[in-house]
């Protein structure tokens, strides 16, 4: 393990990171493989759910910005940070701000019926059934848009508190606190 340099804090471990990228990955290479080979995409969403699952165990096991008890806020929490933002004026947070918190339970959610709805397409019960095709069809293109309001998310949050939240999510470092940061 890497010694965290001064004036820094490790905020997402290395478990957090792996899923994080993996589940990118799996996910893109998912949607690829839609039009160029059916081949990977059934195994590549099994792995995807399981990313999900693992991501879920950690939510409880992890260390404590990995914990769903330290950044899933209440609806009542999460609108006034949102109207904070909206005013150019929310603090900076160590962990997942409230708006993140809710996009990544929100994507995870969405893949987890993804993959529910693409194993459900492979048994005899629901093998050729429209309404499932569709449903797995627009919660496909529903995490689509999740990952472009993630990603306008992070570069918004990276530019109003000059931080380089990419990069963090790569060493998992980020600047220790401040004055007015929510650790």
């Known amino acids: ?63 404590r910005y990995a914990r ?36 990544a339970l929100t994507l995870w959610g969405c893949i987890a019926l993804l993959g529910f709805t693409g194993w459900l397409y492979t048994t005899d019960a629901f093998w050729g059934e429209a309404w499932l095709d569709r449903t797995h069809q627009v919660l496909g293109w529903s995490t689509l848009a999740l990952v472009v309001l993630h990603l306008a998310g992070v570069a918004l949050t990276a530019r109003q508190h000059r931080e380089k939240l990419v990069k963090a999510m790569l060493s998992g470092e980020k600047p220790a606190a401040g004055p007015g940061d929510v650790a």
Do not use: K
């Not at 478990?15 to 990118?24: D, E, F, G, K, P």
């Not at 904070?84 to 900076?92: D, S």
């Open 1 to 63: 393990m890497t010694a965290t340099p001064a004036g820094a804090t490790r905020v997402w471990d290395r478990a957090v990171r792996c899923i994080h990228w993996s589940l990118a990955a799996t996910c893109a290479a998912a949607w690829i493989t839609t039009a160029i080979g059916m081949r990977w995409h059934e195994p590549l969403g099994y792995v995807a759910l399981a990313l999900v699952a693992l991501r879920i165990v950690w939510g409880f096991a992890g260390g």
């Open 68 to 103: 769903f008890s330290q950044f899933v806020r209440s609806p009542r929490a999460t609108w006034a940070y949102a109207v904070q933002v909206a005013r150019g004026a929310a603090p900076r947070y160590l962990g997942h701000n409230p708006l993140g918190g809710w996009m």
